[in-house]
């Protein structure tokens, strides 16, 4: 595998109409829509955001197991979709990694021949070589004539892997890879990928609902809620400066509160907020000034409060 | 004893079952994979034979294959073959009626199988045809045998649709459940009890192989 310089640059959108379950509420449809827009490079990217939120549709948009209504997904400056162009180009010819939260190993097939599956165009021996090393690299020597049933989930998810990195996939995508593993497995697991990332570095999705895994895996990090994009960025911006009452939210943030810019300088501002009173704050250095008069929305991290009593 | 019948029925059931599995198993994907205009009334129609009564589906059969009906009209004008009254006649009755009956298994086991699993092939760079060949038939195998074996029985214990298509012609078109019929008829009671002896034991052993199919690892 080649050091890769391959980006995903997308914007989607996707329409789900349903009949909703009571005619009684006035509307017999409702819909939920996905509208996403960002590019990535090599760098590992967590789309983070609650459950039901259409990170997994976006996967399953991105890699063309579901087509989207709209839009376009380019893959190293190559649109392997686009529907204004009427591009399409099938799943098979797009060369995506995926990661299945259920693993998707082949039960009928061994670990040696789950691993060769997307490879048995190769000559004989360099399939022999190829599965060997990725045995090697997940850790799963002495397993390869074993069936998925005689191992634990960790081991299948490893087999998973190994069989999509044999293909040399241009993008990986991982939809909630670990959550079915228990805590263990888990750590160990994401260590691996991080290692297996510094030595291939494709470019990675990650897909999780776990604030801890978003930033443990996170270089950047794709907040997403309602099938929009509330905040993209580093993991240092989206965890220290979320750009929403949202992000802050699904981040952690527990005291959030809404006040009024009484007056503000360079470096400090005040803040007026009927329960708290007047509260001030240091402004970060590159945060756009505020104005006096301004409505704002601000957090309170647990760990900055000091409560010192005053003789 | 005359070993005709049994001899005519392994032929009629043997081709009828080959035909219910290679266009069943089109139909079953179909059913379990595709959505399309249509997709109940299809269904309705292939499983039909289950429930109208043989000799009304052999009514049918009769008009549309006989000398005056379309079919039958295409397949002697065209083709130069006649269908009805001869063992032929009895291969399409023994196919429609077994269809369903393959159709039903073969679905379900399709439907059973994961579609990640099929996406996790597609991803991997396979073809549709690959994915069919490598995934889905392998992992739906069970019911597809399943299928295959009730499909056979029950083309081989085709009596009604086959009696109003094929007739009763010793020799030419007589099947076994035909002849079992004739036999006691006759009051040739001897003949009827080792002609019922071989059905009896075929279909025990069918059941007996259906059931050690459905059996399996994953």
Same mark, same amino acid.
């Given at each position: 595998m080649e050091r890769s310089d391959v980006s995903l640059s997308f914007s989607l959108k996707k329409h789900l109409h349903f009949r909703s379950r009571s005619r009684a509420e006035g509307s017999d449809k409702s819909g939920f829509s996905v509208d996403i827009e960002f590019s990535t490079g090599e760098e590992f990217t967590v789309l983070f955001g609650? +459950?039901?939120?259409g990170k997994s549709l976006l996967l399953n948009m991105l890699s063309g197991i579901v087509k989207p209504d709209e839009g376009f997904v380019r893959v190293d400056g190559r649109d392997v979709f686009n529907s204004t162009a009427g591009i399409d180009i099938p799943i098979r010819d797009r060369r995506t990694g995926y990661l299945f939260q259920d693993y998707a190993?082949? #039960?009928?097939?061994?670990v040696f021949e789950n691993i060769a599956y997307g490879i048995d165009r190769l000559p004989r021996s360099k399939i022999k070589a190829k599965v060997e090393e990725l045995l090697e690299l997940m850790r799963l020597?002495?397993?390869?004539?074993?069936? #998925?049933?005689?191992?634990s989930g960790g081991q299948k998810q490893r087999v998973a892997l190994a069989r999509t990195l044999a293909t040399e996939p241009k993008v990986l995508f991982l939809d909630e890879?670990? +959550?079915?593993?228990d805590y263990q497995v888990r750590e160990k697991l994401r260590a691996d990928l991080l290692i297996i990332h510094e030595r291939y570095p494709i470019t990675t999705l990650f897909v999780t609902h776990d604030l801890e895994e978003a930033f443990i895996m996170g270089e950047k990090i794709a907040v997403i809620n309602n099938g929009r994009l509330e905040q993209f960025g580093t993991r240092e911006e989206v965890f220290?400066? #979320?750009?929403t009452r949202n992000v802050a939210k699904f981040l952690g943030v527990r005291n959030i509160f809404s006040g009024r810019v009484v007056s503000a300088d360079g470096t400090t501002v005040t803040i007026e907020n009927p329960e708290l009173g007047e509260v001030k704050a240091l402004v970060h250095p590159e945060e756009r000034p505020f104005a006096a008069g301004e409505k704002i929305t601000f957090g309170i991290r647990p760990e900055e409060i000091m409560v010192i009593l005053r003789i | 004893m005359d070993i005709f019948p049994l001899y005519l029925t392994l032929k009629v059931s043997v081709t009828a079952t080959f035909f219910s599995v290679i266009i069943g198993l089109g139909l079953a994907y179909l059913m379990a994979r595709k959505g399309f205009w249509g997709k109940g009334v299809l269904d309705a129609l292939i499983m039909q034979p289950l429930v109208i009564p043989p000799t009304v589906l052999g009514y049918y059969l009769l008009v549309l294959? $006989?000398?005056?009906g379309p079919l039958g009209r295409f397949f002697e004008d065209k083709l130069g073959v006649s269908i009805v009254f001869t063992w032929k006649g009895a291969v399409i009755a023994a196919f429609v009626a077994s269809l369903p009956l393959f159709v039903r298994p073969a679905r379900a086991a399709i439907e059973g199988v994961d579609r990640n699993l099929e996406n996790a092939a597609r991803l991997l760079g396979k073809t549709e045809w690959e994915v069919l060949k490598t995934i889905t038939i392998p992992l739906a195998w069970r019911g597809i045998a399943a299928g295959s074996v009730m499909a056979f029985a029950r083309a081989t214990g085709e009596f009604g649709a086959t009696l109003m298509v094929?007739?009763?012609?010793? $020799?030419?078109?007589?099947?076994l459940p035909i002849a079992i019929y004739d036999a006691v008829q006759m009051g040739n009671t001897k003949m009827a009890n080792i002609l019922v002896g071989i059905i009896t034991l075929f279909s025990f052993s069918v059941l007996y192989f259906v059931n050690r199919f459905t059996r399996g690892r994953y």
């Open positions: 609650p +459950s039901g939120t190993v082949f #039960p009928h097939m061994t020597g002495g397993l390869e004539n074993r069936f #998925p049933i005689e191992l890879p670990f +959550s079915a593993l220290y400066k #979320p750009k | 294959l $006989g000398r005056s094929a007739g009763n012609i010793p $020799g030419l078109t007589q099947t």
